[in-house]
């Protein structure tokens, strides 16, 4: 979990919000803007996020568990097939290594 988040995100959106404000409040604005940005930040800190950098790394392992996965199924599904194949009764051999 991480709290940290681009600044420039966040000016950004406050900047926008306070840009919307209408002009007959515009000396307004500066106080606004920073108060919309502090009242962002405050809610996404509370947010359980993580970085794209955590999330990346997340999904690659991800990615390597599947493929691990899906070559155990293929292993599994050869040998049942090799089990389905042998008489029945016969010695299956040695276990495979």
Do not use: C, H, W, Y
């Not at 690659?60 to 040998?79: D, I, N, P, S, Y």
């Amino acid at each position: 979990m991480s709290s940290s988040f681009d600044p420039r995100f966040l000016e950004d959106l406050a900047k926008r919000l306070s840009d919307a404000i209408p002009p007959q409040l515009a000396a307004f604005r500066n106080d606004v803007e920073a108060n919309f940005k502090s009242v962002l930040q405050a809610g996404l800190a509370k947010l359980d996020l993580v970085t794209r950098q955590e999330f990346d790394v997340q999904a690659g392992v991800l990615a390597r568990t599947r493929e691990k996965l899906t070559a155990l199924e293929q292993r599994l599904a050869a040998l049942e097939k090799g089990a389905a194949g042998a008489a029945p009764g016969a010695d299956p051999g040695p276990p495979a290594t």
